[in-house]
């Protein structure tokens, strides 16, 4: 028998790779998307079955993590193996101009499912993953941060992150069901956001390059992340469920990267030449010719910032056995080419 998945955030970055993922492995696997006025599947259509296809191993529902009849109804009609709950408001920024709808969601969303779980008696048959995060670290800046490094968010995202991250060792402890945390460093790939500051740098420079645009307009250059390819972390996920006891694992590559240097790593790659001048808002990097082609806007400045996450994955290294395969050269690499394929023309 076909093993089920439901995934909640099946149209977001990692809930497109961690589908293609489990049907190369032989799940059926079940998405739930938002109704939206414009179509947001686009990362998910290129595995879309049409409904009309007889023993689909790829189908789409509508729900809303916010709505707990819709929640409960999905995780009743399917009954899943495994449960990923990839579904949130992703960004911290965001997350200051939303703080309600962000605790709502990402917050209270992974305690819906968890209660659907319970009340359709599932706690046997279904396990629960929980899309934890580095940010939960927050303003904790003594690295390398692991399970054991103490949390300290520093957003609404952060700390709705955090009840997330608690309610699923709650109802792991009280009524031993598998419900474990992967708390992820970040992750990019061609199918990140726009508005995430590795895409959003690739999209630019590449414009930049094509005479489509002139400047780029940051915030914090500084900020330093562990950045690992989405490809890579959502095969980690789905090792942290395949274990017979739950457990919470970092998933991470270990090596870190400022803002600066991925502006530096893109400009490489397209071969543009970057002399950086000047100091803090006032930071700039001009071209040969003398013009500005990234500047500072105090706009993508955040009321808190998260300054340092490095990683320290030895605990998924030695149970899972697993690693990151992709360099972040690799990354910035896959990232530019595939901007440069769309866009050129
Ligand atoms: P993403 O691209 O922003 O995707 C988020 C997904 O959640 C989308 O499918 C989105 O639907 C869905 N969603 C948002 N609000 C929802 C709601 N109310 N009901 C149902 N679905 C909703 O994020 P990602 O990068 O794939 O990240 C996946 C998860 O991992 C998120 O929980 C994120 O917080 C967490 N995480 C990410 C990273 C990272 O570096 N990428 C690191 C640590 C943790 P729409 O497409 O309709 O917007
Ligand atoms: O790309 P970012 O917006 O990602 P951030 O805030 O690290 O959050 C991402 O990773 C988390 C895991 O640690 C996830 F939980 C979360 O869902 C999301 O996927 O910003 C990265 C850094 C920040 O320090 C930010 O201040 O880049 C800095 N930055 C500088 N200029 C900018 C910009 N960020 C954005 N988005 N846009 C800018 O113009």
């Known amino acids: 028998m076909k093993k089920k998945a439901l995934i909640f955030g099946i149209t977001g970055q990692d809930g497109s790779y961690l589908a293609e993922y489990l049907i190369k492995k032989n799940y059926i696997v079940h998405g739930v998307k938002r109704r939206s006025s414009s179509i947001n599947t686009g990362r998910v259509d290129h595995i879309y079955q049409d409904p009309h296809v007889s023993n689909r191993t790829f189908i789409l529902h509508y729900g809303d993590i916010t709505d707990s009849l819709s929640v409960a109804r999905l995780v009743k009609q399917i009954k899943p193996h495994e449960i990923y709950n990839l579904a949130a408001q992703s960004h911290v920024q965001v997350s ?43 303003l904790n800046e003594k690295t390398p941060q692991n399970e054991k490094s103490f949390f300290h968010p520093a957003s609404p995202y952060g700390v709705a992150k955090l009840y997330a991250h608690w309610i699923t060792i709650n109802y792991r402890e009280s009524y031993n069901m598998f419900a474990c945390n992967g708390i992820l460093f970040n992750h990019e790939s061609p199918r990140r956001g726009e508005t995430f500051v590795t895409q959003k740098i690739v999209q630019a420079m590449c414009r930049i390059k094509q005479k489509k645009q002139k400047t780029l307009y940051l915030g914090n250059l500084y900020a330093k992340r562990d950045w690992g390819h989405a490809r890579d972390f959502v095969h980690a996920m789905w090792l942290i469920m395949q274990r017979k006891d739950p457990k919470d694992f970092v998933i991470a590559t270990g090596k870190q990267t400022t803002v600066k240097n991925f502006v530096n790593l893109v400009a490489k790659k397209l071969k543009i030449k970057l002399t950086w001048k000047g100091k803090g808002i006032k930071e700039k990097a001009l071209d040969q010719k003398g013009q500005i082609l990234v500047a500072c806007d105090k706009a993508y ?24 395969k992709t360099s972040i050269r690799e990354l910035v690499s896959e990232m530019v080419d595939k901007e440069m394929n769309e866009t050129i023309g």
């Open 96 to 138: 200051f101009e939303s703080p309600e709808y962000t605790a709502n969601a990402d917050a209270i969303g992974a305690l819906r499912i968890l209660e659907a779980i319970r009340f359709n008696k599932l706690e046997k048959k279904t396990k629960f993953y929980q899309a934890g995060t580095s940010e939960l670290y927050g």
């Open 301 to 324: 400045f955040r009321p808190l910032e998260v300054n340092n996450l490095l990683g320290d994955s030895s605990r998924a290294r030695k149970i899972l056995n697993w690693k990151p």
